[in-house]
């Protein structure tokens, strides 16, 4: 049985810092891409960030871009979200999901975690 499971969320003030953790568990190899995604109240749900399977390709949304990265690390089954000068907008529940595939411009996002909220005060 494949599972995501989230860390890291919570409560941090305008400009703050967070790092997220994603520990997949039930897969039997580590060539998937992961993302992560979010969504807030009344809005549709957005990914974030993605990266390949060996952690050599990533990509961002353009609202999180030059704020965020996205890293992974295979030995230990995790895929991390460092998330710097945080804003009010970044508030959401965040999602982990593990692909279908190795690659960012074709994985479907098959698993998924329960979330983590983060809040960002103003």
């Known amino acids: 049985q494949v599972q995501l499971v989230e860390s890291g969320g919570g409560l941090v003030q305008a400009g703050g810092s967070l790092r997220l953790s994603c520990v997949v568990s039930?897969?039997?190899?580590?060539?998937?891409?992961m993302a992560w995604f979010r969504q807030a109240p009344g809005k549709e749900r957005e990914r974030v960030a993605a990266?390949?399977?060996?952690?050599?390709?990533?990509a961002y949304a353009g609202s999180v871009k030059g704020r965020f990265t996205i890293s992974r690390d295979n030995a230990e089954n995790t895929v991390y979200l460092q998330m710097n000068s945080l804003k009010p907008e970044d508030t959401a529940v965040y999602h982990c999901?593990?692909?279908?595939?190795?690659?960012?411009?074709?994985?479907?996002?098959?698993?998924w975690g329960q979330g983590t909220q983060v809040t960002v005060s103003s």
């Open positions: 999901a593990a692909g279908n595939n190795a690659y960012l411009t074709t994985a479907l996002y098959n698993d």
């Open positions: 039930g897969r039997p190899s580590t060539n998937y891409a």
């Open positions: 990266i390949n399977w060996s952690g050599s390709t990533t």
